[in-house]
């Protein structure tokens, strides 16, 4: 019985998901599936592309975690704590 593999597959494969043995099928696949290969090569790209996504908060949302946490009921002022 022959699998047929799909992107989902080949996702996996792409994020290491899969077994050695899955790894030999898969990529027979898509040496003989030209549309497999082609979705391997932009799922690569893809992937690289994310990893070097950086992502920051913007300055007001931190200075408004900042203030809750000062002004939380957990977090009494300086001269009350050492009173």
């Not at 994020?15 to 082609?38: F, G, H, R």
């Not at 690569?44 to 939380?72: C, F, G």
């Amino acid at each position: 019985m022959t699998k047929t593999f799909t992107q989902d597959d080949v996702v996996r494969y792409v994020y290491e998901e899969t077994s050695p043995e899955e790894n030999l099928l898969i990529e027979d696949a898509m040496m003989s599936e030209p549309e497999l290969m082609t979705f391997f090569l932009e799922a690569l790209e893809l992937r690289a592309l994310m990893n070097k996504i950086e992502r920051q908060p913007r300055v007001s949302t931190v200075q408004t975690i900042l203030n809750y946490s000062k002004n939380h009921p957990a977090n009494p002022p300086v001269r009350l704590r050492h009173s």
